[in-house]
């Protein structure tokens, strides 16, 4: 609280003009995003989808700086999916590129921000390339205190459960584990987010009402917040504005 309050009043109060939401309440320590309306931002503009994930890409700069500049612990980035494999080669291609060419630009700055990043899904599938940027990412970025950035590349929720179904199925046919031993925490200890609070606010841009096989287990007292406008449109000011709906609502978790 303080160090927020520190950060607000210290150096970075260019980046907090547009705030809308409620500076003394509470910020949601964990938001995940579902960045979604690339193809869509460019093919309105005539342009190929590819354009739009490159646009795209300056909308996770500014939203880093946003949620760096408000103290959020916690923000976690849906990429790629387990099922995004099926589009066309030269558009996978190209999305496999891109977490180089973001760090390339964007570690420099992340470092001078403290920003610690870690990427959760599949490593297996993944080109060398794109595995090798981001190992090197997490590496140098590894002892940073700051925000937590997450990118969720070759994510998918189900895959997750499996295969944490499967490590625990193993302990328990060693001998090193009792089914009843299994519970929520010890599932949870089996997951990518196995450091990882779950979401606190769960944002997705394009106008789609649905989660796409992103955290399906995290989410499960997560708040929602869906926009229309397109990842690529998305500004610091939607940021915010989602924020201060969360600052609203009132979470229950099943009690009164
Ligand atoms: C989100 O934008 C980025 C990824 C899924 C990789 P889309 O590429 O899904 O854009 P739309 O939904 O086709 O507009
Ligand atoms: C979800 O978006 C995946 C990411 C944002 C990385 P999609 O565009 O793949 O989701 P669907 O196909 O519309 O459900
Ligand atoms: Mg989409």
């Known amino acids: 609280?303080?160090?927020?309050?520190?950060?607000?009043?210290?150096?970075?109060?260019?980046?907090?003009?547009?705030?809308?939401?409620?500076?003394?309440?509470?910020?949601?320590?964990?938001?995940?995003?579902?960045?979604?309306?690339?193809?869509?931002w460019a093919k309105k503009r005539n342009l190929p989808r590819i354009a739009g994930h490159h646009q795209g890409m300056k909308t996770v700069k500014e939203i880093v700086r946003a949620a760096d500049a408000i103290g959020v612990g916690i923000l976690t980035m849906y990429a790629f999916s387990t099922e995004n494999w099926k589009r066309p080669k030269d558009e996978v291609d190209y999305l496999m590129k891109l977490p180089q060419e973001f760090l390339a630009t964007e570690l420099k700055e992340l470092m001078e921000r403290n920003v610690r990043i870690s990427m959760i899904g599949s490593r297996e599938e993944l080109p060398e390339h794109t595995l090798k940027a981001l190992l090197e990412a997490e590496q140098k970025t590894k002892n940073n205190t700051g925000l937590q950035l997450n990118f969720a590349l070759n994510y998918g929720g189900r895959v997750e459960i499996v295969k944490a179904m499967k490590e625990i199925a193993d302990l328990v046919k060693a001998g090193e584990l009792k089914p009843e031993?299994?519970?929520?925490?010890?599932?949870?200890?089996?997951?990518?987010?196995?450091e990882i609070p779950d979401p606190d606010l769960l944002i997705r841009t394009s106008g789609e009402i649905r989660v796409s096989n992103f955290m399906l287990w995290q989410l499960a007292y997560t708040e929602f917040w869906f926009t229309d406008v397109f990842w690529p449109d998305f500004k610091r000011e939607h940021f915010y504005q989602a924020i201060a709906d969360y600052q609203r609502r009132a979470r229950r978790y099943g009690a009164v």
Do not use: C, W
């Open 1 to 40: 609280m303080l160090e927020r309050l520190g950060k607000m009043l210290g150096g970075k109060q260019e980046d907090t003009t547009s705030t809308t939401f409620d500076d003394k309440g509470v910020i949601p320590h964990h938001i995940a995003v579902i960045m979604d309306g690339n193809g869509r």
């Open 181 to 194: 031993q299994i519970d929520e925490e010890l599932i949870s200890s089996h997951l990518y987010t196995r």
